[in-house]
């Protein structure tokens, strides 16, 4: 069975989440894998209390 590594980035900003895949070795590609929002509402603490 081969393996295969790949590394995963997350670039975390205040509005969005940036996902980045790169293959294995320093000539690996290198690819933009897509965004996600962060739009999401989440509940303040302070209503549970």
Do not use: Q, W
């Not at 070795?25 to 303040?44: F, H």
Request: glycine residues 12%.
């Amino acid at each position: 069975m081969e393996k295969t590594i790949k590394s995963i980035g997350l670039g975390v900003h205040k509005n969005s989440i940036s996902i980045g895949i790169a293959d294995e070795g320093r000539d690996g590609e290198v690819r933009c894998y897509g965004n996600i929002d962060n739009d999401i509402l989440i509940p303040s603490p302070e209503r549970f209390i």
